[in-house]
């Protein structure tokens, strides 16, 4: 995928080919025309340039001390950027405004449960299983979804409700705002799917001997369906139920992929 030659012997930063951040994520050392690494911070693709021949045990050794010392520098700017926007995150959320209404909310409708408002933007803030805040997650009024730039996600959640002895997982806020008003149960908001892991990871270890339900977004549109594949992987990984919408016998659109489009359709069916 990188094109060595367009590097001449060094270090250097660029954007990588494979998540292709703006940022230079991308980290290229070469050391001769015939061997070089890359390393992306971001999504944690590597490369190697290598001699056709067999590398000598101190080429070899040369190779593993670089990308040693590439993953930790990387790491290392990693957690500045995450310490930075947490402090960010923090400034924003102190003087964000309580929720009276929403249009995102009106248009799921469901109510705001620990969100704030900064303008016409819903702050939902993203923390750790300490409760730090690290992040914020911004909702428009058009929908769009932004997160604090460079502010760490993984591992992070918003919670709704107090765990009693269940905790339900899902992807988006109006998912999980939806699930708590209908069951009661608290649920934690994972923001996406690729999420839904490190999120149902990190309460399993803050409460081992709690019910975890991965309530999965249905992608049934889409290739792979990467919410379900995504929710079924974090339930078994760390042994928790997984809850699928049931859309059977409703009046199914493209879009309808998670439960509050269930709900939705469901309340139009019975209005009719
Ligand atoms: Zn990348």
Redesign the pocket.
């Known amino acids: 995928m990188i094109v060595w030659n367009h590097f001449p012997q060094g270090e250097h930063r660029t954007q990588?080919?494979?998540?292709?951040?703006r940022d230079k994520?991308?980290g290229v050392s070469v050391f001769s025309h015939e061997s070089a690494v890359a390393h992306?911070?971001?999504?944690?693709?590597v490369e190697t340039r290598r001699p056709q021949r067999e590398l000598t045990p101190a080429e070899r050794e040369a190779y593993k001390r670089r990308m040693d010392a590439m993953r930790q520098q990387h790491d290392a700017e990693q957690r500045e950027r995450q310490a930075a926007a947490a402090s960010i995150a923090t400034i924003r959320w102190a003087a964000a405004k309580p929720v009276q209404t929403h249009p995102y909310l009106e248009r799921k409708a469901v109510m705001a449960h620990g969100l704030r408002l900064e303008g016409d933007m819903l702050l939902i803030p993203l923390r750790d299983s300490a409760g730090t805040l690290m992040s914020l997650q911004t909702i428009a009024a058009d929908g769009t979804k932004r997160f604090v730039p460079g502010g760490r996600t993984r591992g992070c959640y918003h919670p709704i409700g107090r765990p009693a002895g269940r905790l339900v997982v899902a992807e988006g806020y109006a998912t999980a705002a939806t699930i708590h008003e209908d069951t009661g149960q608290a649920v934690a908001v994972a923001f996406n799917a690729g999420n839904l892991l490190p999120v149902a990871q990190a309460l399993r270890g803050k409460y081992p001997g709690m019910e975890l339900v991965i309530a999965a977004d249905d992608d049934w549109q889409t290739d792979g369906n990467p919410g379900l594949t995504a929710a079924r992987k974090a339930a078994q990984e760390v042994g928790a139920l997984l809850a699928v919408p049931d859309f059977a016998g409703l009046d199914r659109g493209l879009k309808d992929s998670d439960f509050n489009d269930l709900r939705r359709l469901a309340q139009k069916e019975a209005a009719v």
């Open positions: 990588c080919p494979i998540c292709q951040r994520s991308l992306c911070f971001r999504c944690g693709y």
